[in-house]
């Protein structure tokens, strides 16, 4: 077989004679009339070259001449394959009104036409096919049903328009294997494994000859992310291949470490959850944390203060604490609920803030005005800290019916762009949101996956955040004003009479706690009011996201061209800005603009309204 095609062997992408198919022929293309390359005279191109360049006028003469259009070449290839693998859409329609067969068998493959047009990954060629009759759930040579041929060669749009006109998650292969297999066999990488997870495939199914499950061919292949996704889906551990070797035995015979450790952690993860002791302690993970973190940072200023004079006693004593910490928190806490250890942290850096404002600094406190505000500093901080981390953020919800209702409308419109569809999510993105890796849901209006929360800052949230971090703020200066006047009453020195370094030592011998709750309170004052600053300038002065701006600002430095943070669709003017973040109308002075960004998919509206704010 000449130069190589769909019908080739290794999955080889050109058309059967080379370059043909690249002319007029990209996914998505339009069958043009011309202008044609000028190969020979079209008056004497046969048939096959003709459709190869979309020459539908020699294709009409030609057929109307007498030439059979389901008459095969000398490779028995037929004029329906040689149109879909080139994406010429106008003559596939043609050719089957005079009676071309939709599924032909063809090639050295005995592919369909529908399997060349996979390979190629031509979604419109795909759906036309479909809606001429085309059964995807045929068999080709290599023992690949349409669906394993669009996951081989990962072209995901197709992928999802077979699964959202009710193809099977789990249909087999010749050798038994559901494309969960054959991805986890044969395509390195989380997609498009992440991908097929979502719509609920068979996790322990077995092919027919190994009776591997798609674990198996995982940890078989090397495929280290396909390991993880599996493990973190649920696959089983102990099922039985024809040889008696569990996912377990094939990992343990691995020579890939890390698929080694994984595989282990996941193995003492659920031995974890089989015990009744173990599984109330699941349950109580987030609390055990944060009073694990609250005993730690006791524990920490407790040795600090201690009477003894040897600092090399408290190095040693605050490595054991460390050590010890450490071992608790990877023996009770799962990795879903590691992310929460910073949240732990704050919490518990600000509960002892107040409790040594309480009983270290109030005693020697005298205005009433000082302690109200103190106190609705903290409790200001601990509302707008439940309020952001309990409010949804704007995660886009759809159901499963509607996902695939959304899939197959978005690609027959010519919609279904993978830079705008979360394959992760299986919708279509609005405007300004992003899908979280660590939430794995689409976010309205993303501005950042909070450090500090474990939690996604976004269209819900996004103005609690900012309060929350306004009282943070305070909440820390107020200590901090709290300790200069423990100082300045307990401490027999003086900044002025003894220089900062006789001030810094003294202060520190004087109450050792109170130097380390200072030093928690500046930490916190530091990161927070900055972080306040770039958050409001970015709101008022440029109308966008922390992840937006970050995103021009790489753009910046890559285009060619100039990339401004100010002219955006976005940006209707400082006081316009913070009136529609805050949705505030300013008594009466301005009218905030009110945008569904859980469902905006275009600028046209947005636009409108800016030229409106600007005339």
């Known amino acids: 077989m000449a130069g190589g095609g769909p019908g080739c062997k290794n999955h080889c992408h050109g058309p059967h004679r080379p370059h043909l198919h690249n002319s007029h022929g990209a996914p998505g293309d339009k069958d043009l009339p011309g202008p044609y390359p000028i190969v020979e005279d ?49 003559l596939v329609k043609y050719y089957i009104s005079k009676g071309a067969i939709v599924d032909q068998l063809g090639g050295d493959l005995n592919s369909t036409p529908l399997h060349w047009a996979i390979r ?38 197709i992928v999802a328009y077979l699964l959202s006109k009710g193809q099977n998650i789990d249909t087999t292969d010749f050798n038994g294997q559901t494309p969960l297999m054959l991805s986890a066999q044969k395509v390195f990488g989380p997609e498009p494994m992440r991908f097929l997870l979502k719509f609920n495939p068979s996790l322990n199914a077995v092919d027919s000859i190994q009776k591997n499950t798609a674990l198996h061919w995982a940890i078989t292949s090397g495929n280290t992310s396909a390991v993880d996704l599996l493990l973190e889906a649920g696959a089983s551990l102990d099922i039985k291949n024809v040889k008696g070797e569990t996912p377990l035995d094939l990992a343990y015979q691995s020579p890939n470490r890390l698929m ?24 109580y993970e987030l609390f055990l944390l944060v009073a694990s973190s609250l005993t730690f940072m006791w524990a920490l200023g407790y040795i600090m203060n201690s009477s003894s004079d040897s600092w090399l006693l408290k190095g040693g004593l605050l490595l054991v604490l460390l050590f010890v910490m450490t071992i608790f928190v990877r023996q009770f806490v799962g990795l879903k609920n590691l992310r929460y250890l910073p949240t732990a942290f704050l919490l518990s850096s600000v509960f002892w803030m107040f409790m040594t404002w309480f009983f270290w600094f109030l005693p020697d406190v ?17 509302y707008y800290f439940y309020k952001t981390w309990r409010t949804d953020p704007g995660y886009i919800k759809t159901s499963e019916e509607e996902r695939k209702e959304n899939i197959a409308a978005l690609a027959e419109a010519g919609c279904l762009d993978f830079r705008t569809f979360c394959t992760s999510c299986l919708v279509r993105k609005p405007l300004r949101s992003v899908h979280c890796f660590a939430c794995n849901s689409c976010v309205a209006r993303y501005d950042q996956h909070s450090l500090w929360l474990g939690q996604c800052i976004g ?82 002065f440029l109308g966008l996201t922390w992840h937006e701006r970050m995103n021009l600002l790489i753009q910046r430095k890559t285009s060619k061209h100039p990339v401004s943070l100010r002219r955006t669709p976005y940006n209707l003017g400082c006081f316009q800005n913070l009136a529609d973040f805050f949705q505030c109308s300013c008594f009466g002075m301005f009218k905030p603009n009110v945008v569904d960004w859980t469902k905006q998919y275009n600028l046209f509206h947005l636009t409108k309204e800016k030229n409106a704010h600007s005339v």
């Open 42 to 90: 079209l008056s004497t191109c046969d048939i096959v070259k003709a459709t190869q360049y979309g020459i539908i006028e020699r294709c009409k003469e030609l057929v109307e001449a007498g030439y059979d259009v389901r008459q095969p070449d000398k490779e028995n290839v037929t004029l329906l394959h040689w149109a879909a693998i080139n994406n010429r859409q106008e």
């Open 120 to 157: 190629q990954g031509h979604l419109p060629m795909v759906m036309l096919l479909l809606k001429c009759g085309a059964d995807p759930s045929l068999i080709d040579g290599e023992g690949f049903s349409s669906i394993h041929l669009a996951v081989l060669f990962q072209h995901m749009p």
């Open 260 to 283: 080694v450790y994984m595989v282990k952690e996941e193995e003492r993860i659920r031995n974890r959850r089989n015990s009744g002791v173990l599984k109330i302690i699941e349950k």
């Open 366 to 382: 005298s205005n009433i005005i000082l302690e109200i505000t103190v106190m609705f500093s903290v409790v200001g901080f601990l």
């Open 459 to 540: 269209i819900g949230n996004h103005r609690y955040y900012l309060l929350f971090l306004s009282f943070l703020t305070m909440t820390s200066v107020w200590l901090l004003y709290g300790t200069l006047l423990y100082w300045s009453d307990h401490c027999v020195t003086s900044y002025d009479q003894d220089g900062a370094w006789t001030y810094f030592t003294q202060i520190m011998q004087c109450s050792p706690w109170v130097f380390y709750i200072f030093s928690i309170a500046c930490f916190h004052t530091a990161w927070a009011s900055s972080w306040l600053t770039v958050q409001l300038y970015q709101i008022a």
